[in-house]
């Protein structure tokens, strides 16, 4: 009799334990969904991977996170219609940037749901999927590319013109403090403690759309 209480209570305990990741697992989730959806990407893709292709893409990025054309955004949605208006004037100042250093590469500007691999910037880890980014193809477009978050602006531009590496813009841990709250934050701040539940959630997600086709 004993023996039987004890297995009834183990295994009560292993369906609580089993209940709880199921519903933490659920909230991490439907928080990663959350977050995916109230951002806005920047996504500029150099021409080729020479030393001045991927020169050119770089200051293409200083010169779009100087021009602030997002500051006046209220929330994403307006972000994203300043972006679908604006997607010649983001073209001509990135080819503006292109001729003034002797380039003639066609550019392109296209505001596009885009896959995106674990991408780390500062001191953040966007998680992978998809999301709306502002694409910028700069020629063929078939060099290594730069990405950040434009809304909310959470990259300042280069200090220094005259140096392009990567390093020299900043994240603005101010904007990421006021624009995601504390449970974002965490995920952002420390990708490996949600990675795996990511990935199941993720599959389930798609196990669960081929099943409705």
Request: charged share 35%; aromatic share 6%; glycine share 6%.
């Amino acid at each position: 009799m004993r023996r039987s209480t004890e297995i009834i209570m183990a295994a009560g305990l292993a369906l609580a334990i089993l209940i709880s990741n199921a519903g933490s697992l659920i909230c991490d989730g439907m928080k990663l969904d959350e977050l995916r959806g109230s951002v806005l990407r920047l996504h500029i893709l150099a021409n080729s991977d020479s030393e001045l292709d991927q020169e050119l893409k770089l200051k293409v990025r200083d010169e779009l996170l100087r021009c602030g054309i997002f500051e006046a955004a209220d929330g994403l949605a307006e972000a994203e219609e300043i972006a679908e208006d604006r997607l010649n004037d983001i073209a001509d100042i990135a080819e503006a940037v292109l001729r003034e250093n002797g380039c003639t590469d066609d550019v392109t500007a296209e505001l596009a749901d885009v896959d995106f691999d674990d991408r780390t910037y500062g001191d953040i880890t966007m998680p992978s999927g998809r999301y709306k980014a502002l694409r910028i193809k700069l020629g063929k477009a078939e060099g290594h590319n730069w990405w950040c978050v434009m809304y909310p602006p959470l990259c300042l531009p280069a200090v220094c013109e005259s140096d392009n590496e990567e390093g020299t813009v900043t994240d603005d841990k101010t904007a990421e403090e006021s624009f995601f709250d504390e449970k974002e934050l965490d995920m952002l701040r420390k990708p490996r403690k949600y990675k795996v539940r990511f990935a199941i959630w993720d599959k389930i997600k798609s196990a669960v759309k081929e099943k409705d086709v």
